[in-house]
């Protein structure tokens, strides 16, 4: 139902841009967010966005990262850029708050020095 792909092995300063395919009954009407799972630590929200395209981000990411959806389409979007080090981790999308315990596969995004 959740299915992330853009993910990739940039540079730091770099620029990657993620994207993630819904099924209508997760995303209709639904707060979705894209969550970062560092290496070694627990999964956190880096970007949410309302149906009606409110945004919301973690201080972390803001300024440098973009979440945007494509209603009609049942997609969320992350565009990043000016990426750091820290960026690295594996990258989810699903409702905010989380509803369901149901995951997709992620996207790996690495950022090396």
């Known amino acids: 139902q959740l299915v992330e792909s853009g993910g990739g092995l940039v540079q730091v300063g770099g620029s990657l841009g993620l994207s993630c395919q819904a099924s209508?009954?997760?995303?209709?009407?639904?707060?979705m967010g894209w969550y970062r799972q560092a290496p070694g630590k627990q999964r956190e929200v880096v970007a949410s966005?309302?149906?009606?395209?409110?945004?919301s981000y973690a201080d972390a990411v803001k300024g440098r990262f973009t979440i945007s959806r494509d209603n009609a389409k049942n997609t969320v979007f992350l565009q990043m850029n000016s990426l750091k080090t820290e960026d690295t981790g594996v990258y989810y999308c699903?409702?905010?708050?989380?509803?369901?315990?149901?995951w997709g596969q992620g996207t790996q995004v690495t950022v090396s020095s």
């Open positions: 209508r009954n997760v995303f209709s009407g639904s707060r």
């Open positions: 699903n409702t905010v708050p989380l509803l369901r315990p149901a």
């Open positions: 966005i309302t149906w009606h395209h409110d945004t």
